[in-house]
């Protein structure tokens, strides 16, 4: 599987943003989708997942109530839509992709397939 993800960008505290990782592949539909955050001088951290058919979703308790995360089997698509953001929201974006179980959705290091990041930058 390879991941692509887009629509990272610049916006002032309390704007928006819909990130976007299209995925390669047939079997998308087989994958927990998880989205990760990376800031300087920081460790990579979980933002939110998904489950297989979309029924279950988990988000990190630092983005509960203003993040989103969707997906979209017949586009191989899942979405993140960041809403209310705030500065300590800049980092790396990174969308990844699991075949472990959802038990394990918020391990970094239960996902085999990782998207190259997409950069988000929240002014104050």
């Known amino acids: 599987v390879q991941l692509q993800a887009s629509g990272g960008g610049s916006v002032q505290a309390g704007g928006s943003l819909r990130l976007s990782c299209a995925a390669s592949?047939?079997?998308?539909?087989?994958?927990?989708m998880g989205w990760f955050r990376q800031a300087p001088g920081k460790e990579r951290e979980f933002v939110a997942a998904v489950s297989w058919s979309g029924a279950s979703t988990s988000h990190a308790d630092s983005v509960k109530g203003r993040f989103t995360i969707s997906r979209d089997n017949a586009k191989n698509t899942v979405y993140l839509q960041m809403n209310s953001l705030k500065p300590d929201d800049t980092a790396v974006y990174y969308c990844a992709a699991s075949r472990n179980s959802w038990m394990a959705h918020s391990t970094p290091t239960v996902y085999t397939y990782w998207g190259q990041g997409t950069l988000v930058t929240v002014s104050s």
């Open positions: 592949g047939r079997t998308f539909s087989s994958y927990v």
